[in-house]
């Protein structure tokens, strides 16, 4: 794009300095956007969608990641399938709605009719000699943890995906997310690059000052704060929250809830840290007063003062699950400057609105929280197109995990367009 | 625009395979966007406007292909000339109305003015070394077939309109589309490339599900379709239409007007086809009821009962006429997803509406129909923005005037292609 | 761009004859848009704003050129600083408002906190090893020019500055625009590229006919116009113009203020001209009576009947001072065919709205006449987008600014892309 002076992606990417923020056109160019879309987005496992969404055979939900469009579809044998959106006929997208119920995926266009299972039944006019089993739905690959929905759009997806599973399933077991239903559901857009929302996400640096809902029941201390020797001011503080720390352990421990930190947020494909942690107060829950927002409690849980564990995975997408509801969320690209955060909160499947929960209660903290970050990932991104930007340091104590997160991706991008430099694309324009 | 793996539009063109829908870049690349505007809008004959739209001298219309804006006017002796919108000294639009009556043409920024036949006839604080004649307005190619409008952007237009004219002169004569009036005349703004909108135009594959309306008065049997010999649930159908249309072949040739189907679609420049069709039930017209939307027929036609004489031309138009009244369409490309379809319905220039005929009657089916295939033309661009988009079959039977339609596209790019690879263009950037 | 025959800017620019409008590119590609935003408004001294709004300590404005944005306050030592918007952590853009009141420049992120100087002088979690003094708010160059300010975001910024300020100091000196405050300031959008904005500020061939409220005060023979010895139609009206301009000399003579016209406005990067013209009958102000729109004159002024002071400077305003108000414009580019045009009226700090003067009253002229030029500018667009434009010849009697302006800007881009050719750009991509 330069008229001069032009630094190729793989020259932004060698010189990247760790402990600092990247470079501009990272968050700003057309040119890495669509990289990011084929080499990150494209290649890697994203969280899209939860089983509570598609409780029952036929029902299904779409989901679009750039201008690729994906079924994620309950078969009639109860497993998650995912294909392509895309009739194999001249194209059409078939299923135009974000949710809906299905016999059979017919396309409106000419009819052209496939099981849940992707195979082509029905297509007219095309003659003797047509072979439908040729034109079956593309599949996506599709895996379910714990009933959290990752897709790949890759053929061959990261293998390490199963490490994820391993280590990640008796954390999240206790939930029981599969037997959830979505209580609310909100898309917001950030007017910033999608790294932007994920750095903004990764740190608790801002929390303080901005997140007035938010730090009711957030220890700052919690996401990756690293202490300080040298600040003698937050000592007091810090040895508070050990001790509060120490209770909940005890009660994590009693509760059989496995809580010790994994983090494993790169030198691998599919990174993913996890932790729980000690909420503030009555020590129950992200609400404005700290106790469960949904009386029947998720799983067969029966100790509200779990505090809450916090999951969160590469390249896109963080959840907290408590005692009573769960909160996930996912950040799809939309454009350079633009990123879709789609936020579920989850509660017991059998729990009934305005009896166990009300949605506004239920939502306040996320809902404020979310507009909150929104505002300073816009502000960031119209910060970082000045030409005056230059990468600016990483706190040592508060930003380790954004440090974590672009190394993960310099890591994924690099390597990726080393491998790939030789192949040919799929598509040339 | 590829990082890599880049195929050029020449590559493209040269593997397509016939039988097939274009790569996905045809429809998406801004390149080929480009390509399409240069190549094809701006060197073939363009369906823009009818003389009923200016019957005196002075009117005009407007017409805009990508950035050109053109003059159509009627001139001082009451001939049709086209001229460039663009004043000679700086350069302003100089009409910006869509369509209007002038004595003279007059730039609103400095008042040059220029006469009917382009001449500049004021230019002041010129001097005197300035020469008027070297500054007309720029003179665009404009044919009239039988009122039907046509315009071409090259200096050198094709040739072969003159074999166009020739043949289908006799066909349009009996409906006398210059002694017509505009009833109704409605945009619509269709969420695709141009191709999807003329590949939509040209089956009916998709007719029976989506056209409730249009299916009233017509023979899906019509569009192209080629029976299946192996297809014998429908030998009693096409029995039954073959009957209707002798029906109509003896009612056609006692009255005088030519029916046979020509097909030119491609092999030239000017690629056209028609053919009248039978209308079903009453016979008479594209109305709800299949009966004449206007009591006053067209020109000197005493019987209602003619069905349709349909007439489509490549790149970008399609005609229906009956008895009385005719439907004009042009597709005109404004962005790689996004194209301009522009519908006019004619009737005789001294009916008289609410007496002679009603719009709203008169407009039923097309606006239905006009709306039902920007939807499907809209999911169609979706399907093929997706990479997991592939060419698919069409269907022998159904789809062969679309594959007419890519190979006079393919072959008309591929030709301009090859021989403009050596000259320069008219614009650098 | 394109795709064959590409030209080259610095081509464009060889081959641009004299006395002539520029070709398409310069109106219309995104290549050269990027180019005059990088080697024109980041290489130059442009106009952004007066000192009267931000009269007070603490005082701020934010400006915007391109994707840079830049805070100009009022320091603690009660002078203008200027700074990049963006602060040195990660770069978020810290002062959002168009403009306000700050104690110290407070990022919203993560609240680093700036002195009016832009020190650095907190950022909390940093660390021992932090050194604050690396990081400070970057500078930008300002200066006044009697209350006129002009930043050049360049780090060695034109020196020539000085000559136009000692130049022009004296013809603003008895106007006092340090002394004023913004009555009204009114934001425009044009619809054309930067250039035919300032191409149609440049000259008056079209003032007569598009401009009814501008004319009543104005000579259409102030702005540049070269009489025509063959057009001796206005040899009549031209005498009784030197006529009125002789009474207005022997009182500018009489009042002390300078008039004789500077015309600096190519050969040099900080182009400017200026000359003090006749008003039309009450002679006054530009106002619908010509009469003084405030009771309260300019600075120390006793004399109403001044004519106008217009001041203009490339690369992008125009002022015109009277004895009781002044109004400043200026032209920032937003996209190839956009432009944002900020005007301001100004009159004595002292002055009272209502009392005074009327806010209708005073911005009556220049409300109405930008936007007549608004779509004077936006027809010029859209005709130099058409393929079918050419570039067309300037009037040598009415449009010799016209000409100015773009040698200037041909003469000053040529000089920038020889300078740099074998720089290295600030951003890649």
């Not at 959106?85 to 001249?90: G, L, P, T």
Request: charged residues 25%; proline residues 5%; glycine residues 6%.
């Amino acid at each position: 794009m330069a008229r001069d002076g032009a630094v190729s992606v793989e020259e932004l990417l060698a010189r990247r300095e760790p402990g600092r923020s990247l470079e501009a056109p990272f968050y700003t160019s057309r040119e890495v956007f669509d990289l990011d879309m084929k080499l990150i987005f494209h290649r890697h496992w994203i969280f899209v969608a939860v089983e509570a969404e598609i409780p029952e055979a036929g029902d299904y939900v779409t989901v679009e990641i750039g201008t690729t469009s994906v079924i994620v579809v309950r078969d009639d044998d109860m497993n998650v399938a995912a294909f392509h959106n895309v009739c194999r006929h001249r194209g059409a997208r078939m299923l135009t709605e974000p949710s809906g119920v299905v016999g059979k995926i017919v396309c409106p266009y000419h009819q052209w009719t496939y099981e849940l299972d992707g195979s082509l039944i029905h297509a007219e006019h095309m003659g003797a000699g047509f072979d439908r089993t040729c034109h079956s739905l593309k599949r996506v690959n599709v895996r379910s943890l714990a009933g959290l929905l990752y897709i790949c759009l890759a053929d061959e997806p990261p293998a390490d995906f199963d490490a994820l599973a391993e280590a990640m399933t008796p954390y999240l077991a206790p939930h029981r997310l599969a037997e959830t239903k979505v209580a609310a559901s909100i898309d917001l857009i950030e007017e910033g690059n999608w790294k932007l929302t994920m750095e903004n996400n990764r740190e608790c640096y801002h929390c303080a000052t901005n997140h007035p809902e938010l730090t009711v029941s957030l220890f700052e201390y919690g996401f990756g704060f690293a202490p300080d020797d040298a600040d003698t001011d937050r000592a007091a503080a810090m040895e508070a929250y050990e001790r509060i720390c120490a209770e909940f352990e005890t009660r994590w421990t009693r509760e059989g809830v496995p809580f010790a930190e994994i983090d494993r947020l790169h030198g691998c494909a599919t990174g993913f840290r996890t932790q729980r942690l000690a909420i503030d107060r009555a020590g129950e829950s992200q609400t404005m007063d700290t106790r469960s927002a949904c009386k029947r409690l998720l799983g067969s849980l029966s100790e509200p003062r779990l505090g809450g564990l916090s999951f969160w995975t590469q390249p896109n997408a963080w959840h907290h699950l408590m005692a009573d509801h769960a909160v996930t969320f996912s950040a799809i690209p939309l454009s350079p400057d633009r990123t879709l955060v789609r936020t579920r909160w989850l509660v017991h499947r059998d729990a009934v609105e305005g009896v166990d929960y009300d949605v506004d209660n239920l939502t306040e903290v996320w809902r404020n929280t979310n507009e909150q970050d929104a505002a300073l990932v816009a502000i960031g991104q119209k910060g970082v197109s000045s030409p005056a930007y230059v990468p600016g340091p990483y706190s040592p104590y508060t930003e380790g995990l954004v440090e974590k997160f672009c190394a993960w991706y310099v890591e994924r991008l690099s390597s990726a367009l080393s491998s790939t430099s030789a192949e040919t694309a799929p598509r040339a324009l």
